[in-house]
């Protein structure tokens, strides 16, 4: 069994800061990319940045400069450092895994998500 989970999100003010993390945990042999996505309310859910395992990264026009993703392979974790934060950045934040479990076989997961709510 494979699972990811999301910590971090919350209230914060116009300009504020948030970082977002995602564990993966489980029998897990190795993963390929790491992403995170974002839904809001009335609205389909969108691609914020992705991490492929040798770092290059990704991220939407959107979130440019602003957005930092990383990751820690050895532990199998995911970071969103979120900077510059405005109100159209609120929304459930999902975290994504593109990964081989002990079986070999590659699947995708997805997080339960965690709320971030830009506001003053």
């Known amino acids: 069994q494979v699972q990811l989970v999301e910590s971090g999100g919350g209230l914060v003010q116009p300009g504020g800061s948030l970082r977002l993390s995602c564990a993966a945990s489980g029998r897990i042999f190795s993963i390929n990319n790491m992403g995170w996505y974002r839904q809001a309310p009335g609205q389909q859910r969108e691609l914020v940045a992705t991490?492929?395992?040798?770092?290059?990264?990704n991220y939407a026009d959107s979130v440019k400069g602003r957005f930092t993703i990383s990751r820690d392979n050895a532990k199998n974790v995911a970071y969103l450092q979120m900077n510059s934060l405005k109100p159209e950045d609120t929304a459930v934040y999902y975290c994504?895994?593109?990964?081989?479990?002990?079986?070999?076989?590659?699947?995708?997961?997805w997080g339960q998500g965690t709320q971030v709510t830009v506001s003053s």
């Open positions: 994504n895994a593109f990964l081989q479990d002990d079986a070999r076989a590659w699947r995708i997961y």
């Open positions: 991490i492929i395992s040798g770092g290059r990264t």
